[in-house]
């Protein structure tokens, strides 16, 4: 702590050049001591200001008190005060290009004043011990094409509330309690991750976390960035990795933000053709410039390296891949080539992908990427863009568009069902029903659902298992998990007081037992991306709206056979084909009562006679009931 912070020619360099990686441990607010004076070295980019000074609680927020010196000509400005300390507010004081004063939050502060407060606020981010040294060292051998994932989408703010105290008392659980709560409720439910929304601090409730203006801020509405660092902490040591939202494809245009930051364009492109969403009234980086790559790589990096974070889901990729993304004709500007590929952005993702993923082994790199785009998880050696995952869009409209269908029109539409095995090996997939899918009058899960009462909910029931057994890893937006009835709002608590009802707790059981049936058995996830994990037995049984399919694992041991009923028509003569003449063993059956079945009484295990039947040699028959689900292992 005691020699000088300063912003050498070195950092300056690699600063230029776009690969400080570690440049959030220089600019931003630092507790440090010189010549035996305690205090904090301050520093922030803003190269086209007329003068730049620090202002906080330390000096009354004077603009005159700390004159910050600007270091070279990349246009950082610098400064060590004393007296100033950990838990102070402050901001910069700006005199921008054209002479206006500026308050601007510090873009690489690691903690914020609570909103509708601006300031940011000092802290130390190097004195956390952390305890995950187990869940860090395994990480390194976790590899996403092999092993399982099933992951819980989650907003910490509206997971569960405190009552309130007072009107103006939102009832957040603290970073600490909610990692308690959580990890006991994750374990239980079986999920191996969860994803959390939002922590990135925001002003504005309502975005949902995904308009930032402190992107290495965890957000201050759950407690310090040292509550923040124990909730990973605890994850891990509970075996539960931790996936965060992660937004570089826009900011907004709050006035303490990174929006004309010196009174100039510094983090985003001037001309608002390129520089700003006409939908979406926000702004747009310049991935073109090295200082901003700089800024958003170091951010993926502070959260994976400084904060133990096992990967980032990348919000809106196609936003940023496509120059034309939301706009008219002459709204956009074609690239050198004529194109509407945005070439800085796809330049930006491979040095990003390849930095984070190079740096930190077994850590993940997620797109939410909506188009046909080739090679998102390709190598970038091979010209693809180096994600590690990506979310299946394209399956989870097919999926929730042929589950909203009355049973008697689904034959009408049996192949949005089969559809996404024609390119499931494209990329590298996650299916996902996500918090986009549960708000803006898109309904809840259960109420997507055709029919009354408990229709919904076996209609529910069939389309997880279905989920459960498609390749790709999976991931589940909270509260759908026990049939939440309205709408997701980050206003309000789950519904939990529905668990108190028998098809609410019917519905969660049979998740839960869906989880613990994917984690443990491996032909569910260990061939997810190769040819030789699945099988359609019958995918053409449109008539019957029934599929059957199997699941195989690498050593062709315990192999899983789905059959499932997408109508509520009893099947009681029906017959499976299978490949094989051996005992297959019901190892998950819809129809036991805790699922809410009739809990009839039937065979564990079934031998499959010498009679052909879906192209296979061999079948055996099974009763199947309306809205049924079997799993067979063999």
Known sequence: MGEKMQFTELDQYLFGQGTHYDIYKKLGAHPTTQRRKKGVYFAVWAPNARSVSVIGDFNNWDSQANPMNKVGEIGVYELFVPGAKAGDLYKFFIVGYHGEELYKADPYANESELRPGTASRITDITDYKWKDTTWIKKRQEFDEKRDPMAIYEVHPGSWKKHPAENEDDPGFYNYREFAHELAAYVKKMGYTHVELMGIAEHPFDGSWGYQVTGYYAPTSRYGTAQDFKYMVDYLHRNKIGVILDWVPAHFPKDAHGLANFDGTAVYEHEDPRQGEHPDWGTKIYNYGRPEVKNFLIANALYWIEECHVDGLRVDAVASMLYLDYGREDGQWIPNKFGGNENLEAIAFFKHLNSVVCGRNKGVMMIAEESTAWPKVTGSPEDDGLGFTLKWNMGWMHDFTEYMKLDPYFRKNAHHMMTFSMEYAYSENYILVLSHDEVVHLKCSMLNKMPGEGWDKFRNLKVAYAFMMGHPGKKLLFMGQEFAQLREWS??????????????????????????????????????????????????????????????????????????????????????????????????????????????????????????????????????LPGYGVAVFEY
């Open 490 to 623: 980050e206003e309000r608590e789950l519904d939990w007081f529905l668990l108190a009802e028998e098809p609410h707790q019917q519905i969660q059981n049979w998740y839960k037992d869906l989880l613990h049936l994917y984690k443990k058995n491996k032909a569910l996830y260990e061939l997810d991306n190769d040819p030789k994990g699945f099988d359609w037995i019958n995918k053409d049984d449109i008539f019957r709206s029934i599929f059957s399919f199997t699941r195989h694992s690498k050593d062709g041991k315990k192999n899983l056979l789905f059959v499932c009923n997408f109508t509520p028509v009893d099947r009681p003569d029906y017959r499976v084909g299978v490949p094989r003449r051996k005992q297959f063993k019901l190892v998950l059956n819809s129809d036991e009562t805790k699922y809410g079945g009739s809990g009839e009484e039937r065979p564990l295990v079934y031998k499959p006679e010498k009679q052909e039947c879906d192209g296979q040699k061999y079948s055996f028959a099974y009763p």
